[in-house]
């Protein structure tokens, strides 16, 4: 099984998990600030990503905490959507009052799961029509025998900065 672990192929999905807990240094509990900030979610991501999205079963996704299921995006630029909008605007970037919490981080095991998934399809799945899943079988294919496959890297930085 460990020799698998870094396999890329249709019914194989990686994810890591992220959080961001303002906690007082006295307790160690989550506190808000106790002045105004900006808080801000900044995803980036480096590395040729369009093939995978491309692909119909390559799926990017985000769970937030306590979710049974993750949410799948079709593209990078939805996901990265998703994640800035956990700053409490879809900018990336809100203003909050002193004592105020992001909806998205208020107790410090929050950890939301990003990822992706590349799913492994199935006659008993949606797309039944057998022409269809031959060409998209074929493209999964191409796709997992490529020589290099597409490395992309993703890094999310999250800042609470003290508003004068």
């Known amino acids: 099984v460990d020799g698998f672990s870094k396999v890329i192929a249709p019914g194989t999905s990686k994810s890591a998990t992220f959080a961001f807990g303002y906690t007082n240094y006295k307790t160690d509990k989550i506190k808000a600030p106790e002045v105004a900030y ?26 937030a905490p306590g979710a049974t299921e993750a949410t799948k995006y079709s593209t ?57 899943m031959a060409e998209q079988d074929a493209k999964d294919t191409a796709m997992g025998n490529a020589e290099a496959l597409e490395n992309v890297t993703f890094k999310i930085t999250i800042s609470a900065t003290q508003i004068d």
């Open 38 to 63: 900006k808080f801000t979610v900044d995803p980036a991501i480096t590395g040729d990503y369009d093939s995978l999205d491309a692909n119909p079963n390559f799926k990017w996704t985000l769970k």
């Open 76 to 132: 990078v630029a939805d996901l990265l959507t998703a994640v800035k909008a956990l700053s409490g605007d879809d900018s990336g970037t809100k203003q909050y009052d002193a004592g105020n919490l992001p909806s998205a981080f208020t107790s410090a095991d929050e950890a939301y799961t990003i990822g992706w998934e590349w799913v492994f399809e199935t006659e008993d799945d949606t797309n039944t029509d057998k022409d269809e």
